[in-house]
């Protein structure tokens, strides 16, 4: 790869061209010009000219990878390269899902779990949305950012500090309003986790209300971490497509999933009542390709859970990177005590079925999204290995997704349910987000022991037109910007 002062007009030569669109992989250059992608022409007719040229013979180019579903909110700006995410391939990011944003929440506010998923105390300091984008656009990370805003960083904004039940029509109203102050600022919409502690009293009907703002608006986006992912999930599915068709907005099942071993295989069923609601409304999903799943410490986790991985423990920080099962034989403690030992605390729960993973990813609609949490000191590997698993273990290794399908997964699926009409595709007029890789070698490194660890592969990264990973180094530029509706 050429080095990172990438000049203002490069041609990139002699790459297997994937557009995103998914269609079949085909021989063409592309020219770079500032931030766009100027041109995507024939082999070998790009003539010489005053453009810089990078020789990218048996290397696949595709679209920049977008991460549908992350926690990164405040990873951006605390650790503005973004190596986790480029040295995957990614470009853009979609932040605040789960319920669960950056802002708004006032500094000093207390931060009930999980909001402390998305790093430490003194991140939250940004009272109202624009802000936050703001502090983005002011100090800008290496990749780009899809805001969206979390009713439960509402919930704690708005609310007195008893979050155990749901809000008056008063805290509704003003949460209407802190939300339609984002929505006017350009955030693509509203993300809830009903399955937490500090939004599980919402109603429905609270999450309409506060949402009003986003009816009438175009493109908008509903993020959502079911209620239940578990017995009860068909319930939870019906009330997202209800808030949904009531919002007039897209609806994301984020992290889609059947958790426990009573529930696998039910994904035959789920994917076919999603199927149904797409005939009359806008839906679509997102997962990883790992059979754990991660968040804070639960013990109606653990005990759906064939595992559980303790990932960061305040309780007992000796803890982190050990088996819960394992513990509690040395410590003879019953679950309850468990628990109070570790609390605060994160874990990874292995409690998805393979087939049912497997069965999500390949469906049409399904977006790629990490949910990784970058803060975690013993993170689940999908932080760093998701859209590298994919390429290498689901593409290469299982055949499960041909490379175009899986790239459309990452890049033009997303940027259309995103409602983003220059990015995802390498279209000349478009903006230059892209990524170089070789397809033979391309790897995730990062495991459930060692999570912390670069992909392999990935050979350069483009974000609007500047180099931010080369040859498995950040080359310290900072393009990303937040992206508008
Ligand atoms: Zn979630």
């Known amino acids: 790869m050429a080095g990172s002062a990438t000049p203002a007009r490069t041609l990139l030569r002699g790459g297997l ?10 021989a063409a250059d592309l020219l770079v010009e500032g931030d766009t992608i100027a041109a995507v022409l024939e082999p070998g007719t790009g003539a010489e000219g005053d453009h810089a040229v990078i020789d990218i013979a048996g290397r696949v180019l595709a679209p920049g990878f977008i991460d549908s579903h992350t926690h990164d909110d405040g990873y951006l700006l605390a650790h503005p390269d973004m190596v986790p995410k480029v040295s995957q391939g990614v470009t853009t990011v979609v932040t605040g899902n789960c319920g669960i944003s950056l802002a708004p929440v006032p500094p000093g506010r207390a931060l009930p779990q999980p ?13 109202d949305f624009p802000a936050w984008m703001q502090a983005l656009r002011d100090a800008p990370a290496a990749v780009n950012a899809i805001p969206l805003v979390g009713h439960a960083s509402l919930r704690v904004s708005a609310m007195d500090d008893d979050l155990q039940r749901p809000a008056t029509p008063q805290e509704c109203e003003r949460m209407a309003r802190l939300l339609e102050e984002a929505l006017e600022a350009g955030a693509f919409g509203m993300s809830t986790g009903t399955f937490y502690p500090p939004a599980q009293h919402a109603t429905t009907q609270e999450i309409i209300d506060i949402g009003a ?6 493109g908008m986006v509903y993020a959502t971490h079911l209620r239940d992912e578990s017995d009860h999930i068909d319930a939870a599915i019906e009330e997202a497509l209800d808030i949904g068709r009531a919002l007039g907005a897209r609806v994301v099942f984020s ?7 009573r529930n696998h295989g039910r994904s035959v069923e789920t994917l076919a009542r999603i199927d149904r609601a ?10 990883h390709p790992y059979p754990a799943t991660s968040t ?8 759906l859970a064939r595992r559980t991985l303790i990932a960061w423990s305040k309780g007992e920080p000796s803890a982190q990177g050990r088996d819960y099962a394992d513990l509690q034989r040395e410590w003879g403690l019953c679950d309850e005590a468990m ?3 570790l609390a605060p605390a994160g874990a990874i729960y292995f409690l998805m079925d393979e087939r049912d993973v497997e069965r999500i990813l390949a469906h049409p609609r399904t977006m790629v999204g990490s949910d990784g949490l970058p ?20 593409v290469r290794d299982q055949g499960l997704l041909t490379l175009e399908a899986a790239v459309h997964k990452m890049t033009g699926l997303a940027a259309e349910n995103y409602g983003l009409a220059d990015r995802g595709l390498l279209r000349a007029g478009w903006k230059a987000d892209l990524v170089v890789f070789d397809p033979a070698q391309v790897q995730d490194v990062a495991t459930f022991d060692h999570p912390v660890q670069a992909s392999r592969g990935i050979e350069g990264v483009w974000v609007n037109g500047r180099q931010v990973w080369d040859g498995g180094q950040p080359t310290g530029q900072r393009p990303g910007r937040v992206l508008m509706r």
């Open 17 to 26: 061209l994937i557009d995103g669109s998914g269609a079949p992989p085909r």
């Open 115 to 127: 909001l402390d998923l998305l790093g430490p105390s003194e991140l939250f300091r940004y009272a």
């Open 213 to 218: 703002a986003m009816r009438g608006r175009n």
């Open 255 to 261: 992290h889609h999933k059947l958790a426990g071993e």
């Open 278 to 287: 797409a005939l009359l409304q806008p839906v679509c999903l997102d997962c």
């Open 296 to 303: 804070m410490l639960r013990l109606d986790r653990v005990r």
């Open 339 to 341: 628990l109070q030992r």
């Open 375 to 394: 803060f975690d000191p013993h993170p689940h590997p999908r932080q760093w290995g998701t859209f590298t698993r994919i390429l290498s273990r689901l």
